[in-house]
């Protein structure tokens, strides 16, 4: 595969219907009436593993030759995608060795263990992941499943939004947060090949906005070291995700650290569910009123809802 195509995402629906959940879509009444339009909310935190990472992993492992599959898979990652990648693998019945940020957060480490992931930690930085990564794949022969920049990955998180427009018809504006541009590509070649007038926004943090600066510079720009309590939107484009940015996304609205800590509070309040912070990021736009969407059908794209409930944002220290 040498870019994404709506068929890949289409091909990769089929591939992995039967081993993910078909996530529900959550509207409020209050949130529309605070923003002025029809806010869709597609929940991947009710997802396997509780993240939409479970998609891509999933299409990339059983993407796979028996062959290739034999000797394993590896990733790097702070959380989702590597237990994503571990349940994809013991779904397969293959070793799955992940690389994760010495800071990565306790439950994200759980599920990993829970789901049988071979864990090596490194120092918190992307450099130290890949390298750490480059050292595992070398002495085990496992095969690379990145985390974004992997068209059978990109293919798979695109399957969130088939869904949410078979779900919800006729929408005019699709937020979606971005990190790596995994979710991002896969969600906006989804959109665009079927409603070619859509409009698909991108969310992150100002603590780390590299995709909004590349973006405007027309060339990945690396994300600084942040500590953004959006933790899996810490990393920098992938040299596969940004061309598809650059020609189906319409532009990225970054937001501040408040700003998300009040959306992921009042997703908590409002819809009565848990979200993580990286998820937050979306509605953080349209809390902020960044992007206007009065009179709007708008989807978001809720990617995970798994927190450590000892370190809520909120909590007095």
């Not at 929940?43 to 028996?66: H, M, P, S, W, Y």
């Not at 992307?126 to 794949?137: M, Q, W």
């Not at 902020?288 to 969407?293: G, H, N």
Request: one cysteine or more; charged letters at 20%; aromatic letters at 4%.
């Amino acid at each position: 595969m040498t870019t994404l195509t709506l068929a890949d995402i289409q091909a990769a629906h089929a591939r992995i219907a039967d081993k993910i959940h078909r996530t529900p879509v959550l509207t409020s009444a209050t949130l529309d009436a605070h923003c002025g339009g029809q806010l869709f909310f597609k929940c991947e935190n009710f997802q396997k593993i509780g993240a939409f990472k479970a998609r891509g992993a999933t299409n990339a492992v059983f993407a796979l030759t028996d062959a290739e599959a034999a000797r394993g898979v590896a990733t790097h990652s702070s959380g989702n995608h590597a237990a994503a990648l571990a349940r994809a693998a013991r779904l397969r019945g293959i070793a799955a060795h992940i690389v994760m940020p010495s800071n990565a957060p306790h439950a994200k480490v759980e599920s990993v263990r829970r789901n049988g992931g071979q864990i090596v930690f490194c120092e918190p930085n992307v450099a130290a992941r890949e390298a750490a990564c480059a050292r595992v794949i070398a002495e085990t022969g496992a095969r690379l499943v990145h985390p974004y920049n992997d068209y059978a990955v990109m293919a798979g998180q695109g399957t969130a939004t088939l869904e949410l427009m078979e779900q919800v018809p006729n929408l005019d504006l699709i937020l979606c947060p971005v990190g790596g541009g995994g979710l991002l590509s896969g969600t906006a070649v989804a959109a665009k090949s079927l409603r070619p007038g859509i409009r698909v926004i991108a969310a992150e943090p100002t603590a780390a906005d590299d995709a909004a600066r590349s973006f405007a510079a027309g060339s990945i720009q690396p994300v600084a070291p942040t500590t953004t309590i959006a933790d899996g939107l810490r990393t920098s484009l992938g040299e596969k995700n940004f061309p598809l940015i650059q020609r189906y996304v319409d532009g990225v609205a970054t937001v501040s650290e408040d700003a998300i800590v009040a959306a992921m509070r009042r997703t908590w309040e409002v819809l009565k569910i848990i979200i993580e912070p990286s998820c937050a990021v979306p509605y953080a736009v349209v809390m902020s009123e960044k992007i206007p969407v009065a009179g709007l059908r708008v989807g978001l794209i809720l990617t995970g809802g798994n927190v450590d409930l000892d370190a809520l944002p909120w909590l007095k220290k």
